[in-house]
């Protein structure tokens, strides 16, 4: 059993995130309900919850604003949002988990299935503190990102990373110091990520970090050396976009 | 950069001894003047500047007195007084051998970006193209890299986007080294560049370029600021320009400070904080009329304008729209200027090659040639003065239809995905009919929404029909929180009357969201209507908690910038017919002087 809360400005919102709970995980009890992140700091503080689900949007104080008062945090948090492209990228970088109103039910119970382990561990705080970063200060140099491994996550600096390399759901990345980490997520999703960190998708399996490019070899699509002696592809219909980058960087 | 150029002159003077100690203060002067000034610490720099122009005088040394002056001339430009600053470098100019050609490149540099500072836009072409002159030959590339660059950004201030990015594509190709001064000036200007063209990931990555070999610039942090403050990121925007602004207060950098209290200004009017708003407006707003630095000037009335408007202060904010809209004027005859300066360059070049190839073809058509040369000139005239005009025109209505544009109704996104959620929940909940007349009203706003989204006006009836199915979709969302009336007295002729689209449903949302959802109790929205004499007179009244209170709960912000856009789209729409003022608020008060909530009166003309 899930001991759980919700809070969310806009009723309704709130009333249908329970009824699919309720119908989809009968694990998840939810304790209460909070129109404000004043009556959830009140709330949390009383009832110790396992899990929030947070609405980041509300009047007075958002929800980013509400979890800097629970650092490092006592209780694990699903983000709920119904369009903030900026929040949902920062949530995205660090790996941390959130809903799209009106909610998906698959979306919901994979959510609620990453929650199996109810204790907040050292992870979660340096995930919410990478998030809190991110909001504050997204352009600030040396970002770190957040990877989802097999074995758990992996907090990597954005700048040791050579390419990304699709593999089906996967996607495989390589790493300065040659080693290897694959990441489930699709290569599509990693490429939303950091397209605003200097990588550029060459080809449909290949997303490279600007700077780790060695030279540009023509060839129809040509390709392109990597500074650890990689050569990589590029498909014909990226090409002109490679070497426009290429050449404002010089 | 500039304080490796003093060549040791022995001319005029005597014993080797005495000039030694001579030159010895005169260069200590120096000196520690270009020391303070990249500390940006002008009155320290100006004493030293001081003294070596006296020492110089009393050496009776040319070459001295215009590198003291020079050095005096740049220190009184970072002071901010301009117009002294380049008479003094132009007084330098005059003594500096003719042959010098080092110093009076960079002098011209100097003097380009001197004159381009107040708006002096001609001067600062003029200045600019003689240094270009002066550097063909033999050049100098670290030189010739600055003078495209500079040359570039005031095509860019004239609003030239493709010249400028020319210019700087010329100095790319010169390939100045990483990390040294051009090359960060070079990607500097592109990243505003990209900036005036809203290709914000570029113009980020061109100022981290610039980064290299210098990366505390305050200037570039000021730029990243600036471009997260563009993209609406108000938090990165703050990191960026709170710790500058704070590191040049002590130093009394005042273009910084300007530069940085706006940006912050704009930040605190944002988020809601508008007593920290006025005073950082306010501030840059006496740092900038005291000094005449033109666009500090105009962007810190505006912002007061804005913030004056908030607090509900019109006088103020009449005073300060007022201010912003003669600077701006004026500016746009400068950008004019530029624009005129920078194509009768290119029709004088044409017509001075044609003159060269006549006089070489033969001496006896020397007559012909000079009446061919007159009519060409004429028709020159003729051609630049026509083309003004029409520039000036098409400029004129491109401006007003980007306006319109950028001003055009939005539908809110969090509203309409909170919309579909609460929807959702009737459907999971089982109340079908509800769920569908909900669903139904809901497709009916985004189909009207999405009709009338080109247009500059509908009718009033269509008007009334969207903010019925809005109000109604608002009420959904917070379990009838509120009630609303719409009174239309009797022979309105409704389906007549042509109003701009979608015009009362931002004030109507800001009184929902500002007022009525705080309010303890049932909340009321009135909105009635009086037309005469060509004018619809809205009356939207609310019984919230008012703008006080709102404004200490610091409540949502893009609600009140959708009113803000509203109203100068509603500015926008009277001025087609008649400049007339035409919105209103006013607090509603109870015999014991109590808020009891909020008035806007709308004025739309609008002839039968």
């Known amino acids: 059993m899930i001991r759980a809360i919700v809070v969310d400005d806009e009723p309704y919102a709130s009333a249908a995130l329970q009824t699919l709970l309720k119908k989809h995980c009968p694990d998840v009890v939810v304790e209460t309900a909070c129109n404000s992140a004043l009556e959830a700091e009140r709330v949390i503080i009383e009832l110790k919850p396992q899990l929030v689900f947070l609405d980041i949007e509300m009047p007075h104080r958002n929800g980013f604003e509400l979890l800097e008062h629970f650092m ?110 694959v990441i489930s997520r699709t290569l599509k999703e990693i490429e939303e990520m950091l397209e605003d960190h200097g990588f550029l998708r060459i080809h449909h399996s290949h997303l490279v970090n600007i700077n780790a490019i060695e030279k540009y070899i023509r060839g129809e699509g040509g390709t392109v050396l990597m500074t650890d002696g990689t050569e990589l592809d590029v498909s014909r219909s990226r090409k002109e976009t490679l070497l426009k980058t290429l050449q404002i960087r010089k | 950069m500039l304080n490796k150029i003093f060549i040791p002159c022995l001319l005029f003077i005597s014993s080797w001894a005495t000039a030694q100690k001579a030159d010895s203060f005169f260069n200590e002067s120096m000196d520690s003047g270009y020391h303070y000034l990249f500390k940006f610490m002008a009155r320290e720099s100006m004493q030293n500047f001081g003294n070596a122009i006296r020492e110089a005088r009393r050496l009776n040394n040319n ?111 010169e390939k100045p080294v990483k990390g040294e001064y051009p090359f960060r000036e070079l990607h500097h200007c592109m990243g505003e560049l990209y900036a005036a063209r809203k290709q914000f990931d570029s113009a980020a990555w061109s100022y981290r370029q610039s980064f290299i070999g210098n990366p505390l610039s305050r200037v570039i942090r000021i730029r990243l600021g600036e471009l997260h403050l563009m993209q609406q990121h108000y938090d990165s925007a703050y990191y960026f320009l709170h710790p500058v602004y704070e590191e040049v207060l002590p130093v009394n950098d005042i273009n910084m400070i300007a530069a940085t209290a706006i940006g912050l200004g704009k930040i605190a009017y944002e988020q809601g904080d508008l007593r920290n708003a006025v005073k950082l407006a306010t501030d840059a707003y006496s740092i900038a009329s005291q000094k005449g630095v033109f666009r500090f000037y105009e962007s810190a009335s505006e912002l007061l304008a804005s913030i004056y408007e908030k607090l509900g202060d019109a006088g103020s904010a009449l005073h300060y729209r007022k201010l912003y809209d003669s600077l701006k004027e004026t500016a746009s005859t400068d950008v004019f200027k530029g624009q005129l300066f920078a194509f009768r360059q290119r029709s004088e070049a044409a017509s001075h090659e044609a003159d060269m190839q006549s006089l070489r073809a033969s001496k006896k058509i020397a007559d012909r040639t000079i009446i061919i040369v007159c009519l060409a000139a004429v028709l020159a005239i003729a051609f630049i003065v026509f083309r003004y005009q029409n520039i000036r025109l098409r400029l004129k209505q491109r401006a007003s239809e980007l306006e319109m544009q950028a001003l055009r109704a939005q539908m809110n996104p969090h509203f309409i995905f909170n919309c579909l959620s609460a929807i959702n929940h009737f459907i999971l909940d089982n109340q079908n009919d509800k769920a569908s007349d909900y669903l139904t009203r809901f497709s009916r706003l985004v189909r009207m929404v999405l009709v009338n989204a080109g247009k500059d006006a509908i009718s009033l009836e269509e ?122 608020i006013h607090d509603l008060k109870d015999a014991n002087e109590e808020v009891t909530g909020t008035e806007i009166i709308l004025y739309i003309q609008t002839p039968l």
């Open chain 2, 63 to 173: 070459h001295h007195y215009a590198d003291a002056l020079f050095g005096a001339g740049q220190a009184t430009w970072y002071a901010g007084n301009f117009k002294n600053a380049a008479d003094t470098i132009e007084l330098a100019l005059k003594f500096w051998p003719a042959d010098d050609k080092k110093h009076f490149i960079g002098a011209y540099r100097i003097l380009s970006n001197v004159y381009d500072d107040p708006g002096e836009s001609e001067k600062a072409f003029k200045a600019v193209q003689l240094a270009l002159i002066k550097n063909e030959g033999s050049r100098d590339e670290e030189n010739q890299v600055l003078l495209l660059v500079q040359l570039g950004k005031l095509y860019q201030n004239i609003g030239d986007l493709e010249s400028a990015s020319h210019y700087y594509q010329m100095a790319l190709d």
């Open chain 2, 463 to 584: 008007e009334l029909d969207m903010l019925r199915l809005y109000l109604d979709m608002e009420q959904l969302r917070f379990k009838q929180a509120f009630t609303y009336t719409i009174d239309i007295p009797n022979g309105l002729p409704a389906s007549q009357l042509q109003v701009p689209c979608f015009i009362l449903q931002p004030f109507c949302e800001n009184a929902i969201w500002h007022g009525l959802l705080h309010k303890e109790g049932e909340g009321k929205l009135a909105i009635s209507f009086k037309y005469f004499e060509g004018i619809l007179l809205v009356t939207i009244r609310d019984n919230g908690i008012g703008r006080q209170k709102a404004a200490a709960l610091g409540t949502k912000q893009h609600s009140s910038m959708g009113q803000q856009l509203t109203a100068s789209r509603l500015a926008l729409f009277n001025k087609n017919r008649d400049e007339r003022s035409s919105m209103e």
């Open chain 1, 72 to 181: 490092p945090p006592s209780f694990q948090v699903i983000f709920t949002t119904s369009y903030d492209q900026y929040a949902i990228k920062a949530i995205r970088f660090s790996a941390l988990d959130y809903l799209l109103k009106p909610i998906d039910p698959q979306e919901l119970k994979a959510a609620i299935a990453k929650v199996s382990k109810p204790d907040p561990n050292e992870l979660l705080t340096q995930q919410l503190q990478l998030l809190m970063q991110t909001i504050r200060e997204p352009a600030a140099t040396g970002n770190r990102i957040a990877l989802p491994t097999l074995e758990g996550l992996q907090m990597v600096a954005i700048d040791t990373i050579l390419y990304c390399i699709a593999s089906s759901n996967y996607t495989t990345f390589v790493m300065k110091d040659k080693k290897k980490l």
